[in-house]
């Protein structure tokens, strides 16, 4: 009897090691391994087995908590801001070696899983979809699990094009260790153009295989449905257009979004910003993880809440990202040189007040209301500060982190009763500055594309303008440079934390800029005379060079190869 195991052998291809069992040595039957006959025999088998694909392996020891990882880093110790101009991790938890520009194919640091993780994935869903080939099932059932491999399938795909660039496409083949794993094509790196062609090709064919709603009888809210596969060929379609990659169209990328926009079945969230990451299955939501008190993962308010309430002061924002917020008028409150922008009626000594709401949604700053008094980070005395309790937990940035944060939850000793919301990996939002980023860039902010029913600058005021952000809508008049800026501050700051900051510098090549900024905090000062606000370094030695635009391929991923995957260039 074959049984398919947890573990996989470091060939950065996904082959997943199968074991026998003899029965003439050892007549016992594995309880912690699936039959490989039961998943080719028994449908409910084989459909628990390709709802699983939804989550992996945990692969490196930082990741996850209680709880398999999903898709990319969301709601891990250290989330994937803490590797951008967001925020950082205080603790590390192999981050700052990539902040600092010190990863290498021998230390990928809190990246070091993505490979091998994709891959394996990839090839577990090749396995289901042979599986399905002969297994006794409705064609409709079995069209839709097939679309739903192919959509998982993509996701991983999308992971690897927009961290390594080219990669290798492993089609429907499921390969085994007794193949022959010499040959050079199983290594072959295709080029980012087919790479991207291939993903768009498989969600075109799970978008038609796909249900459009998954909450009846038979489907479980989670899993893909055809909006699912539409929101993430929308994403990769504006990768394809964007400099980085240069291997598609904005127009391409424009009519992805719009076509999703046209299903008409999502809407903004009315209920509040700081609401709609709390509120499960919201008419925002396009497709997310859902935790229950038996899928336990990181207990967020502990993770990232502020020392003096017995929190680790995990993610922590930066003065960076405090800067970019607008005033509520609309006008920056800095200049780019950093001086005061005096028009905008910011005030340096009173630095948070009527600020953009979102502002107040995501960041705890000094006097913030936060579970029944002001966060105190000001020295001396401050009780979130350096001189309060747990120390060691104490934010380097001045700041610490409000979005994603539930009050109803217990801070401290939480364990089996937090960390419950819902992880967004696509909603309506992002689908709206799609849209506008790439309608602005095929036809400008106020032309109406053919079919379209918004323009980019009304894509963008939907979002801006929502209820409980109520922010100033960017008139008519813009120039394509111009409105390009506003995309890129909308983006930055209603996509906060949510995975997308660290590959939008990367796809606009603006990196080399946002990620050799210092990595700026505050210090707050209590006086006789009231509050003074510092700037300091939170982090230093933060670093960015032109290769850092791609992960370095694992070494062992190579070494498994023989020689054969090439690794990207400077590494």
């Not at 598609?248 to 700081?274: P, V």
């Not at 994603?404 to 937090?418: I, R």
């Not at 960017?474 to 949510?498: H, T």
């Not at 707050?524 to 510092?534: C, E, I, P």
């Amino acid at each position: 009897m074959k049984f398919i195991t947890k573990y996989i052998v470091p060939l950065g291809l996904g082959l997943t090691v199968f074991s026998a069992c003899n029965k003439n040595l050892l007549d016992v039957t594995a309880t912690d391994r699936i039959s490989t006959e039961a998943i080719e025999t028994d449908t409910a088998v084989l459909e628990a087995f390709i709802i699983n694909r939804y989550i992996g392996e945990k692969i490196i020891s930082s990741e996850a908590d209680g709880t398999n990882p999903g898709f990319g880093r969301g709601f891990e110790y250290a989330l994937w801001s803490s590797l951008s101009d967001e925020s950082m991790y205080t603790n590390d938890d192999n981050t700052w070696l990539i902040i600092r520009g010190q990863l290498s194919p021998e230390n990928l640091g809190a990246a070091g899983s993505l490979w091998a993780r994709s891959y394996r994935s990839i090839r577990e869903c090749n396995y289901a979809k042979k599986v399905l080939t002969t297994i006794q099932m409705s064609s409709s059932h079995k069209r839709h699990l097939e679309g739903e491999l192919q959509f998982i399938r993509a996701f991983r795909y999308h992971d690897l094009i927009r961290n390594f660039g080219r990669v290798v496409l492993m089609g429907d083949t499921v390969y085994g260790l007794k193949d022959d794993l010499s040959t050079a094509s199983l290594f072959e790196r295709k080029s980012i153009q087919e790479g991207m062609d291939y993903v768009i090709r498989e969600l075109d064919e799970a978008i038609e295989k796909l249900p459009l709603d998954n909450n009846d009888n038979s489907w479980v809210t989670g899993r893909a449905t055809k909006a699912a596969a539409m929101a993430l060929k929308s994403r990769l379609l504006l990768y394809a257009a964007s400099p980085l990659y240069n291997v598609g169209t904005w127009a391409a990328a424009a009519q992805a979004a719009q076509e999703l926009i046209s299903l008409n079945k999502y809407s903004l969230y009315t209920g509040g910003y700081q609401s709609l990451f709390l509120t499960d299955r919201n008419p925002e939501t396009i497709f997310a993880r859902y935790y229950t008190k038996n899928a336990n993962h990181v207990h967020l308010e502990i993770a990232n809440g502020p020392n003096g309430y017995g929190g680790w002061g995990g993610n922590t924002p930066y003065q960076n990202l405090v800067d970019a917020y607008q005033m509520k008028n609309g006008l920056a409150p800095l200049n780019e040189d950093g001086t005061v922008n005096t028009a905008s009626g910011y005030d340096p000594n009173n630095p948070y007040v009527n600020r953009d709401p979102r502002f107040d949604a995501t960041i705890l700053h000094n006097g913030s209301m936060y579970r029944g008094r002001a966060v105190e980070t000001f020295i001396p005395g401050g009780q979130d500060s350096r001189e309060g309790r747990d120390n060691w937990n104490t934010s380097k940035t001045g700041y610490y982190l409000r979005k994603f944060m539930n009050d109803a939850y217990p801070l401290e000793n939480p364990w089996g009763n937090a960390g419950f919301q819902p992880w967004n990996y696509f909603r309506y939002a992002e689908i709206l500055l799609n849209f506008a980023e790439a309608a602005n860039e095929a036809y400008g902010p106020d032309m109406l594309p053919a079919g379209s029913s918004l323009t980019a600058r009304q894509a963008l005021n939907l979002v801006r303008t929502r209820p409980s952000v109520e922010m100033p809508e960017i008139p008519v008049g813009q120039s394509k440079d111009e409105f390009r800026k506003l995309l890129r501050y909308e983006r930055r700051i209603e996509l906060a934390f949510e995975e997308h900051r660290f590959y939008d510098v990367r796809r606009w090549k603006i990196a080399n800029i946002t990620e050799n900024m210092p990595a700026s905090g505050i210090t707050v000062t209590k006086g006789n005379n009231g509050l003074t606000y510092t700037r300091k370094e939170a982090l230093s030695g933060r670093r960015f060079e032109e290769k850092h635009y791609w992960l370095p391929i694992p070494r062992a991923e190579i070494l498994s190869s023989n020689g054969q995957l090439e690794q990207n260039p400077g590494y």
